[in-house]
Nanobody
Framework: QVQLVESGGGLVQAGGSLRLSCAAS????????MGWFRQAPGLEREFVAA????????AYALSLEGRFTISRDNARNTVWLQMNSLKPEDTAVYFC???????????????????WGQGTQVTVSS
């Protein structure tokens, strides 16, 4: 099974930017569609963004209003989440996840993903 490690989280002021990274090991990243999810205290985990195996198809939560961008480099076994114009409501633990089943249409359902990282905390101050 692929192992995933997120990094890049931290404390940022509202309006700022962060770029999260997800490094994969153990398996070739190109065998997986990849997704980012987040979970705020007291709330359920929610979908953020996903990218197909080749990177040619993307999916985003509508609530993001175009502020986030997911990308990947299979040669580097890395997936990124660029987050701009951050808001306090973006505060959460962010997880990357690997989906071995999806090909051209990345899934927005957490149950599709079978490998998860430990998460990285993003805190946005007002």
């Amino acid at each position: 099974q692929v192992q995933l490690v997120e990094s890049g989280g931290g404390l940022v002021q509202a309006g700022g930017s962060l770029r999260l990274s997800c490094a994969a090991s153990g398996r070739t990243l190109s065998n997986y569609a990849m997704g980012w999810f987040r979970q705020a205290p007291g709330l359920e985990r929610e979908f953020v963004a996903a990218i197909s195996r080749s990177g040619g198809s993307l999916a985003y939560a509508l609530s993001l209003e175009g502020r986030f961008t997911i990308s990947r480099d299979n040669a580097r076994n890395t997936v990124w989440l660029q987050m701009n114009s951050l808001k306090p409501e973006d505060t959460a633990v962010y997880f990357c996840a690997a989906d071995p089943a999806s090909w051209d249409s990345p899934s927005m359902r957490g149950t599709t993903y079978d490998a998860w990282g430990q998460g990285t905390q993003v805190t946005v101050s007002s």
